[in-house]
């Protein structure tokens, strides 16, 4: 089957994930986003769709849990007004319970949502919620097949998240043959990194397009996600328990000291007030395991009109 696939791309807003793919996702192509509970992937929708809207193009959010009112308050949360952007034609909103949910009928639905604004983008949250919807997997399958397909022959561009179970370890993308959809798949992952849980993204593949193949750490605060740098380790990331790189670098270095002191690796120069919301860690705790580092040469300083902002001697 030929699509209208156009040659431009279709960016998150974040710079880094937008680099791994490329500059972009390929305008015209489904996405799915798949993770653990928690991990990020309604918000990297989120993302997704609010940047379109930035850009002058509308969208639409087709959600099973989250109604209209709690959808605005968690997007509000991270400096988005979804209110205003439905009130200027930009954006669509179709909530419908999974237990409520007929597939004929929600198609028809999500169909008018798209047309009446126009939407480029189209975020559905998630397939775990629509499979609950639909007993019947071969049914279910069909339904997300002709959907995406449909929007795809109009070059809308759809992300779709996905749950799965296992926070580490061995894992499965998708059931019932649903991955085969996707022309692209983005995974999340919790990691213990240090006696630190962390967050961890990689890209598995982008249909007909260049991807990067690193793994990268990112963090979630009041502006929404942040992808630092990729993770310096050996071995084992994609099971959740990395092997880091033992350079001479973190020799007699407390593990805290450590994990410090790769956080500014990957997230370059940083206030204190940024390394608290990067890592965890107490403003107290900060402030002397930076003191430690500056001693020995590690971490300088740079007394600045904003502020000092602290930085990883590479």
């Known amino acids: 089957v030929d699509y209208a696939v156009a040659s431009d791309r279709v960016q998150f ?59 605005r308050q968690i997007a509000r949360s991270f400096g988005w007004d979804l209110a205003k952007m439905e009130k200027e034609n930009m954006l669509a909103h179709l909530y419908q319970s999974p237990v409520e ?33 639909t007993p019947d997997k071969v049914r279910f399958r069909d339904y997300i097949y002709s959907l995406v397909d ?13 749950e799965i179970p296992e926070l580490f370890g061995t894992f499965q993308i998708s059931e019932f043959g649903i991955s085969f959809i996707a022309d692209n798949v983005i995974l999340l992952r919790y990691v213990e990194m240090g006696g630190y849980m962390s ?55 407390s593990p805290v000291g450590q994990y410090l002191l790769r956080m500014l690796s990957r997230y370059g120069a940083s206030e204190l007030d940024e390394l608290h919301d990067y890592t965890g860690l107490e403003l107290d705790v900060l402030r002397e395991q930076l003191a430690a580092l500056e001693t020995r040469g590690l971490v300088i300083n740079a007394n600045r009109k904003n502020g000092t902002r602290y930085q990883a001697v590479l």
């Open 13 to 71: 807003g974040l710079p880094r994930l937008d680099e791994m793919v490329d500059g972009g996702l390929p305008r015209g192509t489904a996405t799915m986003v798949a993770g653990g509970a928690g991990t990020g992937k309604s918000l990297m929708g989120l993302h997704f769709i609010a940047n379109g809207v930035a850009e002058g193009e509308p969208g639409a959010i087709i959600t099973f849990q989250e109604n209209p009112t709690q959808l």
């Open 150 to 162: 449909e929007f795809k022959r109009s070059g809308i561009t759809v992300l779709f998240t996905n």
């Open 199 to 253: 967050r961890a993204l990689s890209v598995l593949k982008v249909r007909g397009s260049q991807h990067s193949k690193e793994i990268r750490e990112f963090t979630i605060n009041n502006s929404g996600i942040r992808v630092a740098g990729p993770i310096d380790a050996v071995t084992g990331i994609m099971g959740g328990m990395p092997v880091l790189d033992s350079s001479v670098r973190y020799r007699d270095i």
């Open 101 to 133: 949910i007929q597939p004929d009928i929600h198609t028809e639905l999500v169909k008018q949502a798209v047309a009446r604004v126009g939407a480029k983008r189209v975020l559905i949250d998630s397939l775990k919620d629509l499979e609950i919807a």
